[in-house]
């Protein structure tokens, strides 16, 4: 049994991950989706049909979720072809405005989760698989009143080229994903929409582009990929300028 592990799978990039994957990958036989809203799971699950999917309702903050992974894992020992670390949020605000609960949760999701994930799935990865996390261009350059995202981010884009150096010898591929502002639930979530002229004035990416490319990209060998000649652009720059210089113009 081949499966795809896909966190924070409910809406937005998520889903377009699993769609785009049906339409990719028919040798994958089963889904595995994580998030914590079981009826956007179960609606998910319809529209993937005929492709079995397996429904893991769990919050990823918290240790025994990641046990249960892993105590299904090895339960069933399934070949892990492609996991999918998407889940994660944002906040925007200035650090001493924001709930310090809230700013321990992003870090346990954003990095901790996929530090957690990541090992226990590989135990169950062979040759020709992929890791994918999803990063930012956030991870480029720290961005004021989005500072524990950033530095989240920045750990999720270094932890994932250091992991695909590791595995290289594995033949598994490793991708950070680094995408702009998506037309997803992710900007009124985390408090954006109307909030930020810089966010507001940025073209905003389609998540079902977004996941093809990604996929396509994860599978070809790629360690970093950013979709958008405009955010492409901004990587470059980011690595060229001064973080001090830079941080003047990601001002939110």
Request: aromatic content about 8%; proline content about 6%; glycine content about 6%.
């Amino acid at each position: 049994m081949s499966i795809a592990i896909i966190t924070g799978a409910s809406s937005g990039l998520g889903r377009a991950f699993c769609l785009a994957l049906k339409a990719q990958r028919r040798d994958i036989s089963e889904y595995w989706l994580i998030a914590r809203r079981t009826e956007r799971l179960k609606e998910l699950s319809l529209l993937l049909r005929p492709v079995k999917v397996r429904i893991f309702p769990l919050d990823l903050t918290l240790w025994q979720s990641l046990e249960a992974v892993r105590n299904a894992l090895d339960k069933e020992q399934p070949e892990v072809a492609l996991l999918i670390n998407n889940a994660g949020f944002g906040l925007l605000g200035q650090v001493w405005e924001l709930s310090p609960t809230r700013q321990r949760d992003m870090v346990s999701l954003n990095c901790g989760a996929v530090t957690a994930l990541t090992p226990i799935a590989l135990n169950h990865m062979h040759k020709g698989a992929a890791v994918l996390n999803v990063s930012s261009i956030a991870s480029f350059a720290p961005t004021p009143r989005m500072s524990v995202y950033c530095a989240t981010k920045s750990y999720v884009t270094a932890y994932t080229r250091s992991l695909r150096s590791e595995l290289k010898k594995r033949g598994i591929n490793a991708l950070a994903l680094c995408p702009g502002p998506m037309n997803t639930e992710f900007l009124p979530n985390a408090g954006i929409t109307g909030q930020s002229k810089t966010f507001d004035r940025l073209p905003k990416l389609n998540p079902d582009k977004v996941a093809r490319a990604a996929l396509k990209a994860a599978f070809r060998g790629r360690a970093v990929y950013t979709p958008g000649a405009f955010y492409r652009l901004y990587r470059l720059v980011a690595k060229v300028l001064p973080q001090g210089l830079t941080m003047t113009f990601t001002k939110t």
